[in-house]
């Protein structure tokens, strides 16, 4: 679809799809409660999950939030870029994208595509990932289109998304700052931006969310396919694994560690060809589907080494996609 046809949907309260680097958003302008519902609808995204609002810098997002000395500090770092802050919202804000809530979560994308839509609108736009609730998100224009079929709203195709997991969300509205969801911004490079240490509280719960919560991408259950994926603690863990049954599928960190440990009927898939945590991030969605569509009985795959924190939100996606922990 064009460009003007995903402008013209957002100035008059629909949706589109954009991309952004980290994954491709459901979009609309953040000011229009209608168009809000619809993207909610769409997706079937419980009420209790607030969006996250996008804009341009950090003097747009002080006419829509409470920006504070901390705000400043990262924003002049790290936006554009994969950084999420939560913040008090302003009156204009509807609190249908907050979950009810007084605080906000804002960003700066760095994708030029959607950069440019918000220059031509004029309007902060609120775009969770394009994809039903729950499921594996979007990084390239054909996911979106598997996802909602006839259903799918104008959509700009920007190709495969750069990052591929979504943004580190950081809550300024405590204290002391602290990550409520992890994402390619690691908790040493914000605490060096702001030279003071801050919590970490994006623990991964089984409990049921039900009250609001300030960031998308906590529910115990996200970021998976329809096969169930089980998720060993380690990769030597899992090639000696007896779970492994010949209608399974494995996906390894790099194609350089099989050495023909499994039975050659499974199909095996590698997530990068260097095991750099960039790789691995970008690809992460785009094996998980590949897999998923094998339509084998389970995936297998294993958790990254802690000593690596970059690696530490691959690990975060993997264990709310997991339906079984090995």
């Known amino acids: 679809m064009s460009f003007d046809s995903c402008t013209h949907a957002i100035l008059n309260s629909g949706i589109c799809v954009l991309p952004t680097e980290t994954v491709y ?8 409660k209608a168009a809000i519902e619809k ?35 990262l924003s002049d770092f790290f936006w554009p870029g994969a950084l999420t802050l939560v913040l008090p919202k302003r009156k204009c804000i509807p609190i249908e994208i907050t979950a009810g809530l007084n605080t906000v979560a804002i960003r700066s994308p760095t994708h030029p595509t959607f950069r440019k839509v ?53 809550d300024l509205t405590t204290q002391t700052p602290s990550i409520l969801r992890l994402g390619p911004i690691t908790k040493d490079e914000i605490e060096a931006v702001l030279k003071i ?76 060809t260097s095991n750099n945590h960039e790789e691995t991030a970008k690809y992460l969605y785009g094996i998980l589907r590949e897999a998923d569509k094998l339509n084998r009985e389970k995936i297998h795959i294993s958790l990254y080494s802690t000593h690596n924190e970059s690696f530490n939100a691959i690990n975060d996606r993997l264990t709310r996609a997991s339906t079984k922990r090995i």
């Open 25 to 32: 958003g459901l979009a609309c302008s953040a000011l229009s």
């Open 39 to 73: 993207v909610f609808s769409l997706k079937g995204r419980p009420s209790n999950n607030p969006l996250i609002v996008h804009v341009l810098n950090h003097d747009s997002a002080n006419e829509f939030c409470v920006t504070n000395d901390f705000s400043k500090k």
């Open 118 to 170: 918000l220059n031509f609108v004029k309007l902060p736009i609120a775009a969770p990932s394009a994809n039903p609730s729950n499921k594996i998100s979007p990084t390239k224009y054909q996911d979106v289109l598997d996802a909602f079929g006839e259903d799918c709203p104008p959509i700009i195709d920007g190709g495969q998304c750069e990052i591929g997991i979504e943004s580190t969300v950081l």
């Open 197 to 272: 240490q801050i919590q970490n509280k994006a623990l991964y719960t089984k409990k049921h969310i039900v009250s609001p919560i300030k960031s998308p991408g906590l529910g115990s259950k996200h970021y998976a396919p329809d096969t169930p994926l089980h998720l060993h603690s380690t990769f030597k863990s899992m090639i000696s694994s007896k779970f492994i049954g010949e209608n399974d599928v494995v996906i390894l960190p790099k194609d350089k560690v099989y050495n023909g440990q499994f039975k050659t009927n499974i199909p095996i898939l590698f997530l990068s």
